[in-house]
């Protein structure tokens, strides 16, 4: 159980205590772009230490990661006006991140031990049955109600460039098989893209699928909607889902129909045709999309999967991905309740998430790629998101 009392506690005196040492692996980080306070997230959460760190690179690009949940917390990107805008929803201290209370959230967060949804969160392994933890219309969702995005990652490896994690997940964990261990890799390139690598071992037949779960508004404003910024996805199907957005089994044409953003445009244009059942089951999108950048059993992560345009700030965000699907929300449950980074409430539809996966209970549909992970195998998954600006 976390406390949050405690975490408020320790942040509060963060500031005095601080070693050298400490000091060094926060990467300097006063006069941040985004006015994040890292002494907002320097705290013990679960006996692990939790801290806020920047890369940065020479364009003056940054971004701002926590080790809680491995969650990207701000973006700093410029514009075609060559300001820097903050491009991901979050808060401004982890104290709300670790609250899944009051305020639940996959914000940034690395998400693990399985992104997206299983259907009644059973599923069945080398002839052994296992019950899931369940949180969300009786399936598990984002590897159930204490996910990693609830988890401290430990770091490994802190620079300017490069930020990677581990998480030990153990045997049983929301009802998962398997001891495994995880790492997600940060890497901010030189070219302003986000680079992370997801891998990871178990020890027993268990199931894996990360991804990362930032939420996206390139106008650098929340207060705003993301419907006027244009789509593109690289899917002529997507797979579709009943009212509790689970999957059907089904890979349905996206032509003629709301779900076509294989000509880039603006993400609101049919987002409230609730004519087509799909996008009134989601109260609007929320749906995994068959990337066909993924053939012969390969992604190719050279090839952009999806692109996201903002026409006001010209700011561009190109995805690229390893893994056969891309789920794509629009903060459709967003609705101007949730308190984010300088007290702005965010609005329905105010961020985008492009995350990259294995399809939505894959363990059930042995139709789709495979998501089992074995001992002595090593998973890895790749996905980009790259930034850039078209004047």
């Known amino acids: 159980m976390i406390n949050l009392k405690s ?11 601080l070693t050298a040492c400490d000091q060094k692996a926060t990467h300097d980080m006063e006069g941040l772009k985004s006015g994040l306070n890292p002494t907002a997230f320097d705290t013990v959460i679960n006996k692990k230490q939790v801290k806020l760190y920047t890369l940065r690179n020479a364009n003056g690009m940054e971004v701002d990661i926590t080790n809680f949940g491995g969650r990207v917390v701000s973006i700093m990107v410029p514009d ?16 709300q991140y670790a609250d899944s209370v009051n305020s639940p959230s996959d914000f940034g967060a690395a998400i693990g031990r399985y992104a ?45 460039s490069v930020l990677k994690m581990s998480i030990d997940s153990p045997d049983g964990d929301n009802g998962f098989p398997g001891n495994v261990k995880a790492t997600v890799t940060y890497t901010l390139t030189s070219n302003n893209a986000l680079d992370i690598a997801f891998e990871g ?7 894996i699928n990360m991804t990362n779960h930032s939420y996206f ?28 957005y689970m999957t059907t089994g089904e890979e349905v044409s996206v032509k003629d129909t709301p779900m076509d953003f294989t000509n880039q445009h603006a993400i609101g244009e049919q987002i409230n045709d609730t004519t087509f059942l799909q996008l009134k089951n989601a109260n609007g ?39 056969p699907g891309i789920q794509v929300y629009t903060g459709n449950f967003l609705e101007g309740k949730v308190v984010g980074k300088k007290g702005i409430k965010y609005p329905q539809r105010s961020g985008i ?39």
């Open 217 to 244: 508004n390139l106008s650098g404003d929340p207060t705003t909607t993301v419907l006027d910024q244009e789509l593109w996805i690289n899917a002529d199907k997507f797979t579709q889902s009943d009212d509790t």
């Open 80 to 95: 075609k006006e060559g300001n820097f805008q903050d491009v991901v929803l979050g808060y401004d201290n982890v104290a």
């Open 116 to 160: 997206n949804r299983i259907n009644k969160g059973k599923i069945e392994l080398d002839g052994v049955k296992y019950q899931l933890a369940t949180n969300n219309f009786g399936h598990c969702l984002h590897g159930g109600p204490s996910g990693w995005q609830y988890q401290v990652y430990d770091v490994v490896e802190s620079n300017d």
């Open 285 to 323: 999108y929320d749906h995994n999309w068959c990337l066909l950048t993924y053939k012969d059993g390969k992604g190719d992560d050279t090839k952009p999967c999806a692109k996201v345009f903002c026409p006001t700030t010209g700011i561009e965000l190109t995805v690229y991905t390893s893994e």
């Open 201 to 207: 071992t178990t020890d027993k037949t268990t199931i």
């Open 353 to 391: 998430c492009l995350e990259s996966q294995k399809y939505p209970d894959s363990p059930n549909k042995k139709q789709w790629v495979s998501p089992v992970l074995k001992k002595d195998e090593k998973y890895n998954s790749h996905l980009v998101y790259a930034f850039s600006v078209k004047k």
């Open 7 to 17: 975490i408020v506690g320790c942040a509060a005196v963060a500031a005095c205590v």
